[in-house]
């Protein structure tokens, strides 16, 4: 098995799934090995973050600390420090609010996109190379209605989880903000409702079913924003 992969599959394994090439790669790797050392300090330290809004200040200190591309085994240390240091901030603050494990999951992922080696995996030459690079990767055809534009330029996608199952993830940019859209498999998911809009840890969610697929849009940017890129990909379309 190649390091590239190994990394690919790093999550998969970490999430249960059987993959004895990799083990046998780690094995073999030290810097795989590190990666996924890191990888997963970090699926601890973000499960841990309560559901609570984050503090801006913090959340934009994590962010400016660990959004270069590459990420070294230092700066993946001061990010779990960082988020142990919110999750004392926010646990002090005020008691957990009732969680729903959908947007929990949702917040989740957008800061693995956020925090990945390479957030992007494949880079968008326009949704007509990203449609087709999830072929093969994922056990269905992800539906993307939007392909970006001026207001949202897709910036590209890569293979993520969302709970028990993969999810394609759609990255927008929104200024400089980052939107991560993922899609997924709608069924057997504990959904409130059609749909759902909440605010959990500073981020905006949106939650929505259109067909057998389920999106979740996950961002910083302001409700308003994420509405309208929310309302392009099908969301909440009103009668004519
Ligand atoms: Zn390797």
Redesign the pocket.
Known sequence: ???ED??ERMLEARRGADVPELAA??E??E???LENEADAALDVALGKLPRADTPASLRRDIETRIRPRRRSRASMLVAIALIAVIVAIVAWRRPAAASDPMITEAVNDHLRVLYADKPVEIASGGIHQVKPWFAGRLDFAPVMPFAGDDDFPLEGGSVAYFLDRKAAAFVFKRRLHTITVFVFRAEGLPWRGLSSEASSRGFNTILFRSGDLGYALVSDVDQNDLHMLATRIGYAARPR
Do not use: D, E, V
Request: glycine letters at 0%; aromatic letters at 0%.
């Open positions: 098995m190649k390091c190994a990394r790669h780690l073999t790797c810097a795989c090995r």
